[in-house]
């Protein structure tokens, strides 16, 4: 049987009441709720304080460029598709450096888990804004407040194709458990944005901030599977902001349309120099 | 009987210029004969100015030639600009019927449309017609032109072959009943061949195919989509995966995540696709991921010449990324250098975890030439030092540093999935596990472990190739695909009697220091010759050996060297 115990790792270098810890511990109890050893489990990470999540667990780890964690993490399951993969990031990370992978991993449909720890400020640089900063939010880089609108990547995602879009809240571990273990169990991108307060540099949005907003879907009368009113869903932001499966369906996945990853994971293939004559053939 | 036979194919973008080039250098091929083909082409699809030029010899050659003996002019502007490259006594094919010009003694006019729509049945066909109508010309057999017209159009069935057979036999036979005698020059098949004819994206991608490159993601761009397009095309015949990405950016990335997994993987792109790509080049470098970058060089700087030729990236290669990390840059200078200097890349890059850049050019890209058959038996698969599920369920449950210090600087790999092992790396510093670190120390000792590779990858690289006499008063130095122009100047100069002989570098890094430095100790003088504006190599050679290299012969057009313009400016210097 897998325990916590066998996915503890090093200290961290977080703030003390910061949102990642709550995301780290809900990591770690869906894979081992899952069962899955850390040697089956590849988490692939960009940069900013999320990027540092897998360094404070144990698993296999491919630590990332800036907005890179995504390309990263596609090339690798086409490597080695048996492989459970993750991509964590921030929203700085994915929604703005990485936002065009984040794109075209959704339209590929590539099996993986997206986790985006979305704070909605810059905290690894200290306190400027991001991407999903709401407009008028002052921030260093900002003194007159934000002007571009906030990146809604959920109703990006619903309107790309995304076949798993959810959204978590920090303050909810149980639920983000639950969200991150459908996502993974999930054939196909899947997202999970994780609202979690930055307690050093966002003084907007708090703990209580987000506690008064969110309220979970699960339980009510919402439908996850129809595409209009899940856009209609993922466009609700303020006074009441929605958090659990915005939207959910199946299609088949890239690595499952590539007829060379039905005999198996490319890192299994031999290498067989002499079973080349033929291409040379073509060019006699 | 000496045969150096140069035919120039011009005409519009979308002509079919290409086409009638590969056909009638194909047909060469066959009958025993060598061939160089190289294309010039715009940055656009339709229209413009574009011409193909076939070179035929009955012995080795290595590339092109100034000189045209035959002018197939598919439109009136082809015969404006280069009708003053014709040899005497060289000829121009054209349609009389559709270009009106004043027929001199020279110009052999073929209804070249009227007999694409008659025994072709499409105006498709004209330039099947004129490949036809120049092997007619020539009194070549013509049933070798047939069988590569069937191998060409076979896979669009039987209908399309034997149009295109009538239609090429029309051109072929109008030619020499109308101008055989008129026109006497005559190549006739050497005898049977058994040699290949490719280009320079097609040796790249299957040398990466036979080394056991199994992934490869790109984004395409000029001059090396085809080596994306090839590869691509031999995925489902050999477990193969490629992806067309969004971007540059996603291409380097995807290739690092399949090199992590354990995969041998590669991208192509052009100098300024891998400009974005750079910062994934540190990543590999940081994360001691061996992966293959080809990079096609074409005039920048940003896009400059988009489809044309330039060696303007060599110092940008050696010097891309911010910070210290071991790499090696290989400039193939042939088609067989080509294929085995990508295989070594894939083990120099698995065997050292660094990344391997090949710099090729468009010239080297897109222009073809007959090779011997590469001989697989010789190719050697070595993937370093890599642990097997025994070494680590020895090694006990979770033991496995990926980025052990060791006195190589090598860490032996894992892949990651074995069970017992957990594979851990970071773009940050980090220690022996692969975990994120801040501490002075293990920085230091990384740092210098990364570099300690650099040591053993100087030890697996041959030494540049002279070419002619060791001691010859005169070495010209080169790198890339200029290698058949300096070749052939070489040659020439040899035999009016100057003293000369090349000095050849097919890895620029780690640059071959004391070999380079010998040679230019016993030249009493020496010439670089590069494609770009400054002489990048001749820099490259002064910071590594301290020696100067006295004339620069450099060109920065987008066209590539010929060998008669190296021969006279060769001459200019050393005679006055």
């Given at each position: 049987?897998?325990?916590?115990?066998?996915?503890?790792?090093?200290?961290?270098?977080?703030?003390?009441?910061?949102?990642?810890?709550?995301?780290?511990?809900?990591?770690?109890?869906?894979?081992?709720?899952?069962?899955?050893?850390?040697?089956?489990?590849?988490?692939?990470?960009?940069?900013?304080?999320?990027?540092?999540?897998?360094?404070?667990?144990?698993?296999?780890?491919?630590?990332?460029?800036?907005?890179?964690?995504?390309?990263?993490?596609?090339?690798?399951?086409?490597?080695?598709?048996?492989?459970?993969?993750?991509?964590?990031?921030?929203?700085?990370?994915?929604?703005?450096?990485?936002?065009?992978?984040?794109?075209?991993?959704?339209?590929?449909?590539?099996?993986?888990?997206?986790?985006?720890?979305?704070?909605?400020?810059?905290?690894?640089?200290?306190?400027?804004?991001?991407?999903?900063?709401?407009?008028?939010?002052?921030?260093?880089?900002?003194?007159?407040?934000?002007?571009?609108?906030?990146?809604?990547?959920?109703?990006?995602?619903?309107?790309?194709?995304?076949?798993?879009?959810?959204?978590?809240?920090?303050?909810?571990?149980?639920?983000?458990?639950?969200?991150?273990?459908?996502?993974?169990?999930?054939?196909?991108?899947?997202?999970?944005?994780?609202?979690?307060?930055?307690?050093?540099?966002?003084?907007?949005?708090?703990?209580?901030?987000?506690?008064?907003?969110?309220?979970?879907?699960?339980?009510?009368?919402?439908?996850?599977?129809?595409?209009?009113?899940?856009?209609?869903?993922?466009?609700?932001?303020?006074?009441?902001?929605?958090?659990?499966?915005?939207?959910?369906?199946?299609?088949?996945?890239?690595?499952?349309?590539?007829?060379?990853?039905?005999?198996?994971?490319?890192?299994?293939?031999?290498?067989?120099?002499?079973?080349?004559?033929?291409?040379?053939?073509?060019?006699? | 009987?000496?045969?150096?036979?140069?035919?120039?194919?011009?005409?519009?973008?979308?002509?079919?210029?290409?086409?009638?080039?590969?056909?009638?250098?194909?047909?060469?091929?066959?009958?025993?004969?060598?061939?160089?083909?190289?294309?010039?082409?715009?940055?656009?699809?339709?229209?413009?100015?574009?011409?193909?030029?076939?070179?035929?010899?009955?012995?080795?050659?290595?590339?092109?030639?100034?000189?045209?003996?035959?002018?197939?002019?598919?439109?009136?502007?082809?015969?404006?600009?280069?009708?003053?490259?014709?040899?005497?006594?060289?000829?121009?094919?054209?349609?009389?019927?559709?270009?009106?010009?004043?027929?001199?003694?020279?110009?052999?006019?073929?209804?070249?449309?009227?007999?694409?729509?008659?025994?072709?049945?499409?105006?498709?066909?004209?330039?099947?017609?004129?490949?036809?109508?120049?092997?007619?010309?020539?009194?070549?057999?013509?049933?070798?032109?047939?069988?590569?017209?069937?191998?060409?159009?076979?896979?669009?069935?039987?209908?399309?072959?034997?149009?295109?057979?009538?239609?090429?036999?029309?051109?072929?036979?109008?030619a020499k009943e109308n101008y055989r005698g008129k026109y006497d020059f005559t190549i006739r098949p050497l005898g049977s061949s058994k040699r290949m004819f490719l280009n320079g994206s097609e040796a790249i991608a299957t040398g990466a195919i036979v080394a056991g490159c199994k992934?490869?993601?790109?984004?395409?761009?000029?001059?090396?989509?085809?080596?994306?397009?090839?590869?691509?095309?031999?995925?489902?015949?050999?477990?193969?995966?490629?992806?067309?990405?969004?971007?540059?950016?996603?291409?380097?990335?995807?290739?690092?995540?399949?090199?992590?997994?354990?995969?041998?993987?590669?991208?192509?792109?052009?100098?300024?696709?891998?400009?974005?790509?750079?910062?994934?080049?540190?990543?590999?470098?940081?994360?001691?991921?061996?992966?293959?970058?080809?990079?096609?060089?074409?005039?920048?700087?940003?896009v400059g010449l988009p489809t044309r030729t330039s060696q303007a990236d060599l110092l940008f290669m050696i010097g891309a990324g911010n910070d210290e990390f071991p790499r090696a840059v290989f400039t193939p200078s042939t088609i067989e250098d080509a294929f085995w200097l990508t295989?070594?890349?894939?083990?120099?890059?698995?065997?050292?975890?660094?990344?391997?850049?090949?710099?090729?050019?468009?010239?080297?890209?897109?222009?073809?030439?007959?090779?011997?058959?590469?001989?697989?038996?010789?190719?050697?698969?070595?993937?370093?030092?890599?642990?097997?599920?025994?070494?680590?369920?020895?090694?006990?449950?979770?033991?496995?540093?990926?980025?052990?210090?060791?006195?190589?600087?090598?860490?032996?790999?894992?892949?990651?999935?074995?069970?017992?092992?957990?594979?851990?790396?970071?773009?940050?510093?980090?220690?022996?596990?692969?975990?994120?670190?801040?501490?002075?120390?293990?920085?230091?000792?990384?740092?210098?472990?990364?570099?300690?590779?650099?040591?053993?990858?100087?030890?697996?690289?041959?030494?540049?190739?002279?070419?002619?006499?060791?001691?010859?008063?005169?070495?010209?130095?080169?790198?890339?695909?200029?290698?058949?122009?300096?070749?052939?100047?070489?040659?020439?100069?040899?035999?009016?009697?100057?003293?000369?002989?090349?000095?050849?570098?097919?890895?620029?890094?780690?640059?071959?220091?004391?070999?380079?430095?010998?040679?230019?100790?016993?030249?009493?003088?020496?010439?670089?010759?590069?494609?770009?504006?400054?002489?990048?190599?001749?820099?490259?050679?002064?910071?590594?050996?301290?020696?100067?290299?006295?004339?620069?012969?450099?060109?920065?057009?987008?066209?590539?060297?010929?060998?008669?313009?190296?021969?006279?400016?060769?001459?200019?210097?050393?005679?006055?």
């Amino acid at each position: 049987m897998v325990t916590l115990k066998d996915y503890e790792g090093g200290p961290t270098a977080w703030c003390p009441g910061c949102g990642n810890f709550s995301i780290l511990l809900a990591v770690k109890r869906a894979l081992v709720e899952m069962n899955l050893e850390p040697y089956q489990v590849l988490i692939v990470s960009g940069i900013g304080q999320a990027g540092k999540l897998p360094h404070y667990m144990r698993c296999n780890t491919l630590n990332a460029l800036h907005g890179r964690a995504v390309p990263e993490a596609i090339g690798a399951k086409l490597a080695n598709h048996e492989l459970k993969v993750i991509a964590v990031g921030g929203d700085g990370d994915g929604y703005g450096e990485g936002g065009n992978h984040f794109m075209h991993a959704i339209l590929r449909n590539i099996d993986i888990t997206y986790i985006v720890h979305n704070n909605q400020i810059y905290g690894l640089t200290k306190g400027q804004a991001s991407p999903t900063s709401d407009k008028g939010f002052v921030t260093k880089t900002t003194p007159e407040g934000v002007i571009s609108l906030p990146f809604n990547p959920l109703a990006l995602a619903i309107s790309l194709g995304a076949t798993f879009v959810s959204r978590g809240f920090a303050g909810e571990v149980d639920h983000l458990v639950e969200l991150i273990k459908k996502a993974m169990q999930h054939k196909g991108f899947a997202l999970v944005d994780v609202l979690q307060p930055c307690v050093t540099f966002n003084k907007l949005n708090t703990w209580e901030w987000y506690r008064k907003r969110v309220y979970k879907l699960e339980g009510t009368d919402y439908d996850h599977t129809n595409r209009l009113t899940a856009f209609q869903k993922a466009l609700e932001w303020g006074d009441r902001i929605p958090i659990g499966i915005i939207y959910k369906s199946d299609r088949l996945t890239f690595d499952e349309q590539l007829p060379t990853l039905k005999k198996g994971p490319l890192v299994k293939q031999k290498i067989d120099p002499l079973a080349c004559e033929k291409i040379l053939d073509e060019f006699m | 009987m000496t045969i150096d036979f140069t035919f120039k194919i011009g005409g519009e973008a979308g002509q079919g210029l290409q086409s009638i080039g590969y056909a009638l250098s194909k047909a060469f091929a066959k009958g025993g004969l060598y061939v160089f083909l190289n294309q010039d082409y715009e940055s656009r699809i339709r229209g413009g100015h574009t011409f193909v030029q076939v070179r035929v010899r009955n012995e080795p050659v290595y590339t092109l030639s100034e000189e045209v003996n035959m002018l197939i002019a598919l439109n009136k502007e082809t015969i404006d600009l280069h009708k003053t490259e014709l040899v005497k006594g060289g000829a121009i094919i054209f349609d009389g019927e559709k270009i009106p010009i004043k027929a001199e003694d020279n110009c052999y006019s073929v209804p070249l449309e009227k007999l694409a729509l008659e025994k072709g049945g499409s105006k498709i066909m004209i330039n099947t017609v004129a490949t036809g109508a120049a092997m007619g010309m020539l009194d070549y057999d013509f049933n070798l032109l047939a069988d590569v017209l069937s191998e060409e159009f076979g896979r669009k069935g039987k209908d399309v072959v034997e149009s295109n057979v009538k239609a090429a036999r029309a051109g072929y036979d109008y030619a020499k009943e109308n101008y055989r005698g008129k026109y006497d020059f005559t190549i006739r098949p050497l005898g049977s061949s058994k040699r290949m004819f490719l280009n320079g994206s097609e040796a790249i991608a299957t040398g990466a195919i036979v080394a056991g490159c199994k992934f490869m993601a790109g984004y395409p761009m000029t001059p090396t989509s085809l080596i994306l397009e090839f590869f691509a095309s031999k995925a489902r015949d050999y477990n193969l995966v490629f992806v067309q990405s969004e971007d540059e950016l996603a291409a380097i990335n995807m290739v690092i995540g399949a090199g992590y997994a354990g995969v041998r993987a590669m991208t192509a792109t052009a100098g300024d696709g891998f400009a974005l790509m750079v910062e994934g080049l540190g990543q590999a470098g940081m994360t001691e991921t061996p992966i293959v970058a080809v990079v096609g060089q074409r005039p920048g700087p940003a896009v400059g010449l988009p489809t044309r030729t330039s060696q303007a990236d060599l110092l940008f290669m050696i010097g891309a990324g911010n910070d210290e990390f071991p790499r090696a840059v290989f400039t193939p200078s042939t088609i067989e250098d080509a294929f085995w200097l990508t295989i070594k890349a894939f083990n120099i890059a698995e065997k050292y975890q660094i990344p391997v850049i090949i710099l090729i050019d468009q010239h080297l890209a897109d222009s073809y030439r007959t090779v011997d058959r590469f001989d697989l038996s010789k190719v050697k698969i070595e993937r370093g030092e890599m642990l097997s599920e025994e070494q680590i369920k020895a090694m006990g449950p979770y033991n496995y540093k990926r980025h052990q210090f060791t006195e190589s600087g090598v860490s032996p790999r894992a892949i990651p999935g074995t069970p017992g092992c957990l594979v851990v790396t970071d773009a940050d510093e980090h220690n022996e596990e692969g975990h994120i670190i801040e501490d002075a120390e293990t920085r230091t000792k990384m740092v210098l472990k990364r570099l300690r590779k650099f040591e053993g990858v100087k030890k697996e690289i041959e030494p540049p190739k002279i070419y002619g006499p060791e001691d010859a008063k005169i070495t010209l130095i080169g790198w890339g695909s200029t290698y058949g122009a300096i070749r052939e100047a070489v040659d020439t100069l040899r035999k009016d009697g100057i003293d000369v002989n090349m000095l050849y570098i097919n890895v620029v890094w780690p640059f071959p220091k004391d070999e380079v430095s010998l040679v230019l100790s016993k030249a009493e003088m020496s010439f670089v010759i590069e494609n770009n504006a400054t002489g990048q190599l001749a820099y490259l050679i002064k910071s590594e050996t301290g020696r100067e290299v006295n004339e620069k012969i450099l060109k920065f057009d987008g066209r590539p060297f010929s060998p008669t313009h190296i021969v006279k400016e060769v001459k200019k210097k050393v005679k006055g």
